[in-house]
């Protein structure tokens, strides 16, 4: 069973940028297919961006295409978010998730096994 932990979040400006990363132990980080989530107030988690267990497919929501970038380090056991040219209704929480299932990238909430705790983004106008 994998443990995530993520970081990086916090306050910006729109047209700012971030860092997230989310921190795996307790597990082989490679059985994993990743992705991030979010959630913003009132609203329901929805996926943002999933990678393949290799790192070699990638898959984005239309609304983060272009900004925001998934990547993960297997020898560090790590997922990355670089998130770019931000905008207001970017803020949310951001959650990364962990899939067992490696045959393609999942997009629903309920598809994925292991989460961590969250990390908040704001990003003011």
Known sequence: QVQ??????GLVQAGGSLRLS???SGGTFSN??????RQAPGKEREFVAG???TGGITLYVDSVKGRLTISRDNAKNTLYLQMN???PEDTAVYYCAASLYRIRIRTLE???????????VTVSS
Not at 4 to 9: A, C, I, Y
Not at 32 to 37: L, S, V
């Open 22 to 24: 989310c921190a795996a």
């Open 85 to 87: 040219s931000l905008k």
């Open 51 to 53: 990678i393949s267990w």
């Open 4 to 9: 995530l932990v993520e970081s990086g979040g």
């Open 110 to 120: 309920r598809e994925y096994d292991f989460w961590g705790q969250g990390t908040q």
């Open 32 to 37: 994993y297919n990743m992705a991030w989530f």
